[in-house]
């Protein structure tokens, strides 16, 4: 079974940086899109930056640039999201999601359970 695990999460103050992490298991990330996305109270989820297969970044148009940063590393097969300059307004569960159509013309779409990021004023 594809398991994705976030961490990394936690309470920081405004000004800060975090380091996300999303390990995989079952499935290589570098086969895989693999997208940060993050949810804030009240507010629809929203994509935060992705890394295609072929290791080409995106970023939301609606984000600050510069203060994210989508990688990854083969060997551990591990996705990460680089915040910096924290403000209250990141507050919010961030989730990894990896998705691919596989050989058999299969959407496959893996999602991990959230790390919880918050940031005090």
């Known amino acids: 079974q594809v398991q994705l695990v976030e961490s990394g999460g936690g309470l920081v103050a405004a000004g800060g940086s975090l380091r996300l992490s999303c390990a995989a298991s079952r499935i290589i990330f570098s086969e895989y899109n693999s997208s940060w996305y993050r949810q804030a109270p009240g507010k629809q989820r929203e994509v935060v930056a992705t890394i295609s297969s072929a290791g080409s970044t995106t970023y939301s148009d609606s984000l600050e640039r510069g203060r994210f940063t989508i990688s990854r590393e083969r060997l551990r097969n591990t996705l990460f999201l680089q915040i910096d300059h924290l403000k209250p307004e990141d507050t919010a569960v961030y989730y990894c999601?990896?998705?691919?159509?596989?050989?058999?013309?299969?959407?496959?779409?893996?999602w991990g359970q959230g790390t919880q990021v918050t940031v005090s004023p």
């Open positions: 999601k990896a998705d691919r159509i596989s050989a058999f013309g299969r959407q496959e779409d893996y």
